[in-house]
């Protein structure tokens, strides 16, 4: 079974909109971290918010927040009015505890493009 | 300033010849990380270094080796076993290894292509 799923291939948006990306998680871990990352035509992954099984607040960083609704196990990023650099493919990324090795497993990804 | 620097940018490789991936980092981090991504898919863990003089395999190691001799430096080595080696390749680094919120920063990647 999918450990990480991202549903959405691919999204246009309108520059200036805000933008969800979804992504579902399945684990049985009480502990757990979830992360979101963006990948532009470069190739470079850039780390963007990290939620926490614990938190009992939505992380924010800047234009970026996620929306984390636990009992769905549901980690949605958010971005705030949308700009062109915005454009790239968005990962969001699974790290169980010691029973899972600690791995980082990823999503597919979704593919985001701005439009002018 | 602190990163992790990848080199070469692009790589070719003749059949049956073993390529090596450079990856260094200066953040000071214990953990370091190899991972391919094919096109249109998420990264897939190579292999793993927690500590210096130590790894593991990850979930893809056939056909891939590794060394951590020195702290800052996490070279891998595609050989000719891996037959199906053209993917782009990223290396990444993270304050420890063991625990759930630990953040991984990754380098700019080698795109490499058999010949």
């Known amino acids: 079974a999918q450990k990480i799923t991202q549903t959405q291939p691919g999204m246009f948006v309108q520059e200036k909109e805000a933008v969800t990306l979804d992504c579902t998680y399945d684990t049985s871990d009480q502990s757990y971290g979830l992360f979101w990352y963006k990948q532009p035509s470069s190739g470079e992954m850039i780390f963007l918010i990290y939620?926490?099984?614990?938190d009992e607040q939505n992380a924010t960083e800047g234009r970026y927040s996620l929306n984390f609704q636990k009992a769905r196990k549901s980690a949605n990023l958010v971005i705030s009015a949308s700009q062109l650099g915005d454009s790239a493919m968005y990962f969001c990324a699974m790290r169980e505890g010691a029973d899972s090795n600690y791995q980082l497993i990823w999503g597919a990804g979704t593919k985001l493009i701005i439009k002018p | 300033d602190g990163g992790i620097t990848q080199s070469p940018k692009y790589l070719f490789r003749k059949e049956g010849q073993n390529v090596t991936l450079s990856c260094e980092q200066n953040?000071?981090?214990?953990?370091m990380y190899w991972y391919r991504q094919d096109p249109g898919q998420g990264l897939r863990l190579i292999y793993y270094s927690q500590i210096v003089n130590d790894f593991q395999k990850g979930d893809i190691a056939e056909g891939y080796s590794v060394s951590r001799e020195k702290k800052e430096s996490f070279p891998l080595t595609v050989t000719s076993a891996q037959k199906n080696p053209t993917a782009f390749y990223l290396c990444a680094s993270s304050n420890q290894w063991a625990r759930t919120q630990e953040t991984q920063y990754f380098g700019p990647g080698t795109r490499l292509l058999v010949l």
């Open positions: 939620q926490g099984s614990y």
């Open positions: 953040l000071n981090h214990d953990a």
